[in-house]
């Protein structure tokens, strides 16, 4: 999880630094790799609506849709903060 807030940061900072509501070529980019990262991520441990949402900023930055990055990010978020990962000794 530690990885993926790192990723969530690294988007919001490019939008953060944007002074208006386009990004850069590059950025869209960067971000479009985030995202499915976050999707396959997300995907690998289960956690199918936080995935969701990765595929969605992949596909967003794909479409140069800054506003719905922005949502996606936003929504994200706010999913994580209903997580509670616990570790359990199964032994």
């Known amino acids: 999880m530690i990885d993926k807030k790192s990723e969530i940061e690294q988007i919001e900072e ?8 386009f990004l850069t070529e590059n950025s ?4 479009q ?3 499915h990262k976050l999707k396959g991520g997300f995907n690998m441990y289960g956690f ?4 969701s949402i ?4 992949e596909e967003a930055a794909r479409e140069h ?3 719905a990055i922005k949502n ?12 509670e990962i616990r570790y359990v000794n199964i032994d």
């Open 48 to 51: 199918k609506e936080q995935a």
């Open 33 to 35: 790799k985030l995202g």
């Open 14 to 21: 490019m939008i953060i630094k944007s002074e208006s509501p």
């Open 28 to 31: 869209y980019k960067i971000i």
């Open 65 to 67: 849709d800054f506003q």
């Open 72 to 83: 996606s990010i936003n929504l994200l978020k706010s999913s994580l903060n209903n997580i």
């Open 54 to 57: 990765g595929s969605a900023i």
